[in-house]
């Protein structure tokens, strides 16, 4: 009995090795949150111009399967997007503009995360009812804080093409 109760006595962890394993760990944290935090504004950018060719895809979707115009907005100033079936129920159709009041459904409106930003002209894309694009070809601009751009390219087909640029000027 007497070696039981000394095996169990001295089973489990001391406090000095609890201490050294939690400063272990507190280092490993601090290496890598910065590396952490730099890499968000990148995944972020990312992030939004998935969403813009999502939005491109589903504006070519619906224009087909609805048989009516689609547009999408991109506002410069307010850093936001709209696209919208544009239908023109009382005869505004193809005006580009999204009229809610004449039936014209909002499908997707978007504002970007407070560092990422449009940049260049205000634009408005859209296609007609076939899946071609109802606006001549148009380019999209979009920039992080960080000096990351991405490029996303409407072609005369209707097909999305996205380049990145790490100065804005040379796009791979």
């Known amino acids: ?57 589903e504006a070519k979707m619906r224009s087909v399967k609805e048989n009516a115009n689609t547009a999408i907005m991109f506002s410069v100033v307010d850093d936001q997007y709209t696209a919208w079936v544009d239908n023109g129920g009382s005869g505004g159709a193809g005006n580009l503009l999204p009229d809610t009041n004449v039936g014209e459904i909002i ?19 859209g296609y007609n009812s076939r899946g071609f694009p109802s606006t001549s070809t148009g380019t999209v ?23 990145r640029s790490a100065d804005g000027n040379s796009w791979e």
């Open 1 to 57: 009995m007497g070696l039981k109760n000394k095996i169990e006595a001295t089973s489990g962890f001391t406090l000095i090795e609890l201490m050294v394993v939690i400063g272990v760990v507190g280092i490993m944290v601090a290496v890598a949150v910065p590396n952490i935090i730099g890499f968000l504004p990148a995944y972020r950018l990312r992030s939004v111009t998935r969403d813009v060719v999502s939005c491109f895809q």
């Open 107 to 125: 499908f997707n409106q978007m504002t970007l995360p407070r560092d990422i930003h449009f940049y260049g002209n205000a634009i408005t894309m």
């Open 141 to 163: 601009y979009i920039k992080n804080e960080k000096s990351n751009y991405r490029k996303i390219i409407m072609s005369s087909a209707g097909n999305i093409r996205v380049q």
